[in-house]
């Protein structure tokens, strides 16, 4: 199906009043350029706190009781689940999400990319595998990375500058 030109620049346009609208809000929450990329980070990992679409479960009003008789009686490992995201979290998580709006299509692609990379990893975005997944070197795709948060953050504060 064909979106037209004309519903892309309403659609456009509609993204950026909302964005204008927050644009003080998003600069004082993130703080710096930094801190922007920090935004899309944390977005992933309350991504992944969220609830599932779908589950695939069946629901009854019975107990829920482990299959296997030897696991019944607790000598089993425990699993472990992530904590439910909060309210703070959730609302930064549509900041972030509000804020790849205003990206390019490839550079939003790398700076989700980059954001679910990093995801419970120490040394932050695994750049080699993004790189393959895009075609590029691993360096170009930092690169480019640091450049679409630059450009995002510039983007923000000239919105801010605007609303007034």
Known sequence: ?????ETHRIAGFWEMTLIRDRARDIIDEVGNVAGMAGLFFEACETERRLPSARRMSVKSCWPDFPDDP????GYNDVETRLARASPRQISRYDMALDLGMLLEVSDRKLVWACAHSAVRRQRGPHWKKIGKMLGMHAETAKRRFDRAMLELWYKTLTLMNHAK
């Open 1 to 5: 199906m064909q979106v037209s030109n």
């Open 70 to 73: 030897s696991l019944s009686f």
